[in-house]
C-alpha cells in the first residue's frame, strides 16, 4: 500500500536532506516531516522553540526551519548571526557533530583571520574544510544568519539538489565568495 505523501517530490526530498545530514538522528526527519505534513501539530508542539524566530503560525518554510532547529537540537548545525566573532564561530564549529577527523585549523593561520568580516570568515573556514574533503553549507532560511552544517565535500552537489526540488537554496562555503 502506498502512502498518500510518497507522490511528494518536496516532502521526498526533506526527508532525504534529513537522512543525508543527520543519518544517525531519524528524529530529525520525523521533526522535518511533521513540518511539511502537518504544520499546525508542529508550530503547537514546537512553540516555545519556534517563539524565538517570532514564528506563531505555520507558513511556506515552517520545514526549512524545523529542519535547522532539528540539526542545531543534535549538534549537527551552528547557527551564526550576521556579525558573528571568528572565535564564537570557530567554538560553535569545532562542536558539530559532523565536523571532520582532521581539524582544518591546524591549517588556518588564526590571527589573520580574526578581523574578517562574518560572511569572508564563513567562507574562509568553507575553503580550509574542503582542503579536507569536507564541506559547511549554509541552509538558506530567508534570515540574516548563517546556519550552517557539516558535510562530506563529496556529498555537496547532492544537498544542493535535493534542497533545490525541497525549494530552497544551500550555499557553499569556500565556494562562491560572492554567496554567503
Known amino acids: ?3 498518500p505523501h510518497d507522490a511528494d517530490p518536496v ?43 517570532g514564528i506563531d503560525e505555520p507558513f511556506g518554510g515552517l520545514a526549512r526551519i524545523a529542519l535547522v532547529d532539528a540539526l542545531a537540537a543534535h549538534g549537527l548545525l551552528a547557527e551564526f548571526d550576521w556579525k558573528e566573532d571568528p572565535q564564537e564561530i570557530r567554538a560553535q564549529l569545532r562542536k558539530l557533530e559532523s565536523r571532520p577527523s582532521v581539524d582544518p585549523w591546524d591549517l588556518f593561520e588564526a590571527d589573520a583571520a580574526t578581523t574578517l568580516p562574518t560572511d569572508e570568515f564563513l567562507h574562509a573556514c568553507g575553503r580550509h574544510y574542503r582542503e579536507i574533503g569536507a564541506a559547511l553549507a549554509v541552509l538558506d532560511i530567508d534570515s540574516d544568519c548563517y546556519p550552517v552544517a557539516g558535510l562530506r565535500a563529496a556529498r555537496a552537489d547532492e544537498l544542493t539538489a535535493l534542497a533545490a526540488r525541497a525549494g530552497f537554496p544551500v550555499h557553499h562555503l569556500g565556494t562562491d565568495p560572492r554567496r554567503p
Open 1 to 3: 500500500m502506498t502512502h
Open 11 to 53: 516532502r521526498a526530498s526533506l526527508a532525504e536532506i534529513a537522512a543525508l545530514l543527520a543519518p544517525a538522528h531519524p528524529g530529525v526527519a520525523e521533526e522535518v516531516l511533521r513540518a511539511h505534513d502537518s504544520p499546525h501539530a508542529y508550530v503547537s508542539a514546537f512553540a516555545d522553540r519556534l517563539d524565538d524566530r
